[in-house]
């Protein structure tokens, strides 16, 4: 008898393991395509729940790769047993992800209901304008005829936004830092000019209206490199990308025609110590694409240029290649989140046209070269064009000895940068591959341990070579 006794009390302590092991968190890793929605009933928690276990303010705004904590009590549903040839019932109140390719006529089709039902329980106003990730919400318990059908690779759907992105061809700009020299740039043939941002946790996207108006009042598309702090980033990564998703998604509505998310986040001075990864990255890019798109889909999304380095020889704490890096950015999906790969070139000192013999230390490395940078970045994003978000050549005539960390330039002559520049935009409006051509840059007059009066193409004598000479090639 004392066996059994012994061996009941071991069973009750076994039991009460596991409901205590049950009821702690659960963890799970969001998949392309999840809603919050739907992830609620795979645990059989409500949605408000999952939002306040990890901190979401906007339920809709999630992206792959991120990992939610499921709240204690939470259990998986064992899945009905679909019956063969029966259509698959959709629950009340269900959700789904619209694709490119939907209308909502067809999304209407497969769940058995109709249009004008997902309108509104949608509070769609207009329903020929969806977008691709806005999340519906299904009316009604109708059927899914069946399998969902591969979405078309043209969107049918008659758009605000004809063309969602505006980049067609090869267009050249300028980083300014104002607008004193907007005419000598219309006549030099740039359209487009970037300004870079930096945002905090709070700051309202209408504070920067008056720089999107002041461009587009000039005649210029405008770009925005938005940049954001790195301690509130390292401090909570998942809030800081839905926040600073929401900021951009703000930026996009009133009217940035192009948007840079970050600036080199592989090196430590602009991203947090020990989070350095591509991956990391792609989370962050993921959310804002999403959240840019829904806002206005005729924003282009750029994904951040690296800052072109082998300084680190692969991945450590405070850095990573570019390389290494957008490898693993592209491993993550990355491509599905940008219309435009973000790249820097601004290590040169020879002519855009030699492959070899850079008179450096390590003259094999890719990055002294712009076709060894134009060649890397587009073999590994394979079929997505390339924008210069900052491309320039440093000199210090005019303004004296560059400093130690930029020695490599100290023979390059103002001549050199009219000739090389006018030469790069030559090769990359002929190349196909390249869609943007930001000048590093316009109007600085900044010179010191970062020597960025030294790119700019306005001389401290107020001329500007270049511009002649990239007028000629525009013309």
């Known amino acids: 008898m004392r066996r059994v006794i012994q061996a009941l009390a071991a069973l009750t302590l076994v039991l009460v393991t596991s409901l205590a092991a049950f009821a702690q968190d659960q963890s799970y890793t969001i998949a392309p395509g999840d809603t919050l929605y739907r992830i609620s009933l795979k645990y059989n928690v409500s949605l408000t729940a999952m939002a306040a276990a990890n901190n979401i303010r906007n339920v809709n705004l999630i992206y792959a ?10 259990t998986v549903p064992t899945p009905a047993t679909p019956v063969p040839g029966q259509p698959t019932p959709v ?16 999304i209407a089709a497969r769940f058995g209901t109709t249009f004008q039902a997902i309108a509104a329980a949608n509070s769609i106003s207009n329903p020929n304008f969806i977008y691709a ?24 759907n008659p758009n605000p936004n004809p063309n969602p992105n505006p980049i067609t061809g090869f267009e050249l700009g300028g980083h300014v830092f104002g607008f004193s020299y907007s005419d ?28 999107i108006n002041d461009a587009k009042s000039r005649g210029f598309r405008i770009l925005l490199g938005v ?46 110590q020990g989070l350095i990864s591509g991956a990391q990255y792609t989370q962050m890019l993921s959310a804002a694409y999403q959240a840019i798109k829904s806002r206005n889909n005729a924003t282009v999304v750029i994904s951040a240029a690296p800052a072109p380095t082998g300084f680190f020889g692969g991945c450590s704490t405070n850095g990573c290649d570019d390389d290494r890096f957008i490898a693993a950015m592209n491993a993550a999906g990355a491509k599905n989140f940008m219309d435009c790969v973000g790249i820097h070139y601004n290590a040169g000192m020879i002519p855009p046209s030699q492959t070899s013999g850079a008179p450096v230390g390590s003259p094999g490395h890719y990055s002294w070269y712009y ?42 002559t103002v001549a050199n940068q009219a000739e090389w520049l006018a030469d790069a935009v030559r090769r990359a409006k002929a190349s196909g591959t390249v869609r943007l051509f930001i000048i590093w840059n316009v109007d600085s007059t900044t010179f010191g341990t970062d020597p960025q009066a030294g790119y700019a193409i306005i001389r401290p004598n107020g001329t500007c070579p270049a511009c002649n000479s990239i007028a000629a090639v525009m013309r």
């Open 371 to 412: 076709q060894g940078m134009v060649n890397l970045y587009s073999s590994t994003f394979s079929g997505k064009p390339l924008c210069f978000t900052e491309i320039g050549y440093v000199t210090g005539e005019g303004y004296g000895q560059l400093p130690p960390a930029f020695a490599w330039a100290n023979n390059v």
């Open 65 to 74: 790769g991120q990992v939610l904590k499921i709240p204690a009590g939470g």
């Open 184 to 211: 000598l740039m219309r006549n030099t043939g740039m359209t487009w000019a970037k300004v870079q941002i930096r945002y905090n946790q709070g700051d309202d996207p209408n504070g920067q209206a008056g720089t």
């Open 133 to 156: 990730g806005q999340v519906l919400r299904i009316p009604g318990a109708g059927t899914n005829p069946g399998p969902i059908p591969p979405a078309p690779t043209a969107n049918p």
């Open 227 to 272: 940049v954001g702090n790195k301690d509130q980033l390292g401090a909570n990564p998942t809030q800081f990308y839905q926040d600073f998703a929401t900021y951009l998604g703000g930026l996009a509505a009133l009217g940035a025609d192009g948007i840079e998310v970050w600036n080199e986040p592989n090196i430590e001075t602009e991203w947090p």
């Open 91 to 106: 629950p009340t109140g269900g959700s789904y992800t619209v694709v490119r390719g939907d209308t909502l006529g067809r």
